[in-house]
């Protein structure tokens, strides 16, 4: 069982107001603001001081959902996703799905319009940055080891990258696939959180 804040989204697109300008009205920071997006705890102050800022109540903000009926896998993650292990580059999630077994490992670092990232034979995801200044695409370059992610048999293992890189290379190849691959071999799917939002498992 969680609370979802969509209901809060919704409401802002119909009244055209920003999630910054709403958060500066009701006097939250940026983190506060995070947690909503990802339906985490948040404070009953919080939510009063929504209420206040957007004049509305409780009802049209928030709604208790159950997980164990999330609608898609995006939504399970988001609600019930449980933490093993957590290093400085990845975080890694297991999760329960319609009788389906998922090993997530979610980035750490956000890429960007400028970032790709790299799935290589030797079973590592990098990050490569392409460094601007001035406007001007330098041709200087930083690679980053994001992770290595574990990969087991018995459940559907994914690896998320959040943000959203200019190009996700090196899938189908080796144990790295696509998300919408259709062949027969087994592997790690990689793909954006962007893009996580749409699969279907």
Same mark, same amino acid.
């Given at each position: 069982?969680?609370?979802?804040?969509?209901?809060?989204?919704?409401?802002?697109?119909?009244?055209?107001?920003?999630?910054?300008?709403?958060?500066?009205?009701?006097?939250?920071?940026? !983190?506060?603001?995070? @947690?909503?997006?990802?339906?985490? %705890?948040?404070?009953?102050?919080?939510?009063? !001081?929504?209420?206040?800022?957007? !004049?509305?109540?409780?009802?049209?903000?928030?709604?208790?959902?159950?997980?164990?009926?999330?609608? %898609?896998?995006?939504?399970?993650?988001?609600?019930?996703? @449980? +933490?093993?292990?957590? %290093?400085?580059?990845?975080?890694?999630?297991?999760?329960?799905? !319609?009788?389906?077994?998922?090993?997530?490992?979610?980035? +750490?670092? @956000?890429?960007?319009?400028?970032?790709?990232?790299?799935?290589?034979?030797?079973?590592?995801?990098?990050?490569?940055? %392409?460094?601007?200044?001035?406007?001007?695409?330098?041709?200087?370059?930083?690679?980053?080891?994001?992770?290595?992610?574990?990969?087991?048999?018995?459940?559907?293992?994914?690896?998320?990258?959040?943000? @959203?890189?200019?190009?996700?290379?090196?899938?189908?190849?080796? +144990?790295?696939?696509?998300?919408?691959?259709?062949?027969?071999?087994?592997? +790690?799917?990689?793909?954006?959180?962007?893009?996580?939002?749409?699969?279907?498992?």
């Amino acid at each position: 069982m969680y609370i979802c804040y969509d209901k809060l989204w919704k409401l802002l697109l119909e009244r055209n107001i920003r999630k910054t300008e709403m958060s500066e009205v009701a006097g939250l920071n940026s !983190r506060t603001l995070a @947690k909503l997006s990802k339906n985490e %705890t948040v404070t009953t102050d919080t939510i009063a !001081r929504i209420c206040k800022a957007l !004049r509305c109540d409780v009802g049209d903000i928030m709604e208790y959902r159950d997980a164990e009926k999330a609608a %898609t896998l995006y939504e399970a993650f988001q609600s019930s996703a @449980k +933490v093993l292990a957590r %290093t400085p580059t990845c975080v890694s999630y297991a999760l329960l799905f !319609r009788g389906k077994k998922y090993l997530i490992h979610q980035s +750490v670092t @956000k890429a960007t319009k400028d970032s790709t990232i790299r799935c290589k034979e030797n079973g590592t995801v990098v990050w490569e940055q %392409t460094y601007r200044f001035d406007g001007a695409s330098a041709p200087t370059k930083t690679e980053e080891v994001l992770l290595r992610p574990s990969y087991r048999s018995d459940c559907t293992t994914l690896v998320l990258i959040q943000g @959203k890189p200019s190009k996700i290379t090196g899938l189908n190849e080796g +144990v790295f696939l696509s998300p919408d691959y259709k062949g027969e071999k087994r592997g +790690v799917c990689v793909l954006s959180t962007a893009a996580f939002k749409l699969y279907g498992g």
